[in-house]
């Protein structure tokens, strides 16, 4: 079984420019969580979404981030006219269920570290 | 709201000394709380997880976590540091109030191995 994967690993946009990074979660994953990890940080939670349902976008800024889930391929999270201050690795995280059980927990993707020049 | 504080933002230990990273938490509700570990460059990993059973949990690559509520505290701990210990860590909370995982991570702790 594949772990998650992000593509791209890394990607270099400059000011103003879009920057879309993909997260396919795990076979038999149906739900998927987005953070962020700014320089010499933590992770921070940005957005949960289910296929095709986005259940809690409380980390997102509210202005030039989007997040998406299909039914078919893979999680999206778009930032539109990028700034300095989104250069970050961002990290997505698949889980089977939406609870961490004794079984259940969130497995994480190798994150794509994006440069805004 | 949940929250989590890592004591020392960097800790440096002997090859073969004992390792200790510290946590504490914020929780209004039982909480589910994890160890991860992040080597350079890539993705996290989880070592270890409490989810109410046992408070003493032991994880992957000798790693082990007690769970003390009277403390709130999850500090991990490892008898003999190795070389390849050498990472960033990260505590975390899990936020029970919703029915999924919206989970609170520390700022981490960069653990050196000295030989």
């Known amino acids: ?117 | 709201a949940q929250s989590v504080t890592q004591l020392g933002s960097h800790v440096s230990v002997s090859e073969g000394a004992l390792v200790l990273l510290r946590c504490n938490y914020s929780s209004s509700v039982p909480p589910y709380l994890f160890w991860y570990v992040q080597y350079p460059n890539q993705g996290l990993q989880l070592l270890l997880k409490y989810t109410s059973a046992a408070t003493l949990v032991k994880g992957i690559n000798g790693f082990e976590a007690e769970f003390k509520k009277s403390e709130t505290s999850f500090h991990l701990t490892k008898p003999s540091a190795h070389m390849s210990d050498a990472a960033e860590y990260f505590c975390a909370v899990s936020d029970r109030k919703t029915s999924y995982d919206k989970v609170i991570f520390g700022p981490g702790t960069s653990l050196s191995v000295i030989p």
Not at chain 1, 71 to 95: H, M, N, T, W
């Open chain 1, 1 to 117: 079984n594949a772990g998650v994967m992000q593509n791209p690993r890394h990607l270099v946009r400059r000011r103003g420019q879009e920057a879309r990074l993909r997260c396919s979660p795990m076979k038999g994953h149906s739900h998927v969580y987005w953070y962020r990890q700014l320089p010499e940080e933590g992770l921070k939670f940005m957005v949960y979404l289910q296929k095709e349902n986005i259940i809690d976008e409380s980390g997102m800024p509210k202005e030039r981030f989007s997040a998406e889930f299909p039914k078919e391929g893979p999680s999206i999270l778009r930032i539109q006219q990028v700034v300095r201050g989104d250069s970050a690795a961002y990290f997505c995280a698949s889980s089977p269920t939406s609870t961490a059980s004794t079984t259940d927990t969130q497995y994480f993707g190798p994150g794509t570290r994006l440069t805004v020049l």
